[in-house]
């Protein structure tokens, strides 16, 4: 479908590489980037910067989904459509309408 899924996440140091274990996430994203080891964390603008550089696309070709108001409201600011996760559902159905938009359907 011409879509790329990158994972941006907020993580400890003590947390490690053990939480990659929990999921295939090489297989499911093209790209990670994990704050703990690029010194950094959402929601600076920064970290945002890098992620759309490391997937080779602007701000707003991105469509980004996090639970914490604060990273959506920073998302936002620095240009991408983003979505605030409240329950699965009802963001799955908002990024649909972004794709949709965007002439790129999910199904």
Do not use: Q
Not at 89 to 96: G, H, K, M
């Amino acid at each position: 479908r011409g879509l790329r899924v990158g994972l941006l996440t907020n993580n400890v140091k003590e947390f490690g590489d053990n939480w990659r274990a929990m999921f295939p996430i090489d297989e499911l994203c093209d790209e990670v980037v994990d704050s703990s080891h690029v010194g950094m964390r959402k929601p600076d603008r920064e970290i945002y910067e890098l992620t759309c550089a490391r997937m080779s696309i602007e701000p707003a070709e991105a469509g980004f989904l996090d639970d914490n108001a604060e990273n959506v409201a920073a998302a936002r600011e620095y240009g991408m459509e983003a979505v605030h996760v409240l329950d699965p559902e009802s963001a799955l159905a908002e990024l649909e309408l972004i794709l949709t938009r965007r002439g790129t359907r999910s199904s």
